[in-house]
């Protein structure tokens, strides 16, 4: 009964932020291709903070419950992540369609960025009024992390993940035409390093710098 107590409460901390860093991702794709000429997000109303038209069932909700479920039945940490419905961009209405993926796909860790910032400052806040409910510090404290883990998950160099994106806008022509082949193997070698904790590995130097920015503001 204990653990699925402990279940429920770490479901309440992480829902907010996790939603919000889910949305304001996907939506951050949308306004950045919006910026560079492709009004396709835009006009099916995807740039916005409503978390609904974002929402997939899979991994913005079972995933990420399943994970903070097991997380407190074991006692352990564990990674948290997830993803939304992929917002719609066409490429060919960018100038540059490779330079334009990559500006495109590098605005979604950068919007977890951010709100890891805002949520620092947030918990800043509430450290110099005085308010040390632990509720409140909770959510704070998961704002923080959940963008780190999220930005860094994001920012593996492997396609279709934003990294991937990032790389490809990086290399030369015939290098990125090649590159381009990983997409198909993308998921596979995701599953790989999830069951070999390669992603673990990626993830835990950006988990490190979270503890610590929450440990110096607290």
């Known amino acids: 009964m204990d653990s699925i107590s ?8 992480y829902a907010i932020p996790l939603i919000f860093a889910i949305t304001l991702h996907e939506s951050a794709h949308g306004w950045a291709a ?6 396709t997000a835009t006009r099916l109303g995807r740039v916005t903070i409503n978390p609904i038209p974002h929402i997939d069932p899979i991994g913005t909700i079972a995933i990420p419950g399943a994970l903070i ?3 407190a039945l074991t006692g352990g940490g564990g990674l948290l992540f997830g993803w939304a419905k992929p917002v719609p961009i066409n490429p060919w209405n960018f100038r540059n369609p490779v330079r334009g993926m990559m500006i ?5 860790p950068l919007s977890n960025a951010l709100q890891m910032l805002a949520w620092a400052f947030l918990l800043k806040l509430c450290v110099m009024f005085g308010i040390y409910e632990s509720f409140v510090i909770s959510v704070c404290s998961a704002g923080i992390s959940v963008n780190l883990m999220l930005m860094a998950f994001n920012l593996i160099p492997i396609p279709p993940l ?4 990032i790389v490809r806008g990086l290399l030369p022509a015939k290098a990125g035409q090649a590159f381009d082949q990983l997409e198909r193997y993308g998921m596979i070698i995701l599953l790989v ?7 673990t590995f990626f993830v835990r130097p950006f988990l490190m710098f979270g503890q610590w920015l929450v440990n110096l503001v607290l």
């Open 104 to 108: 495109t796909a590098l605005a979604g």
């Open 193 to 199: 390093l999830m069951v070999g904790g390669g992603l």
């Open 162 to 165: 934003d990294g991937g994106r």
């Open 69 to 71: 479920l097991m997380s």
């Open 6 to 13: 402990h279940a429920i409460q770490l479901i309440c901390v």
């Open 34 to 39: 919006a910026r560079l000429g492709d009004m």
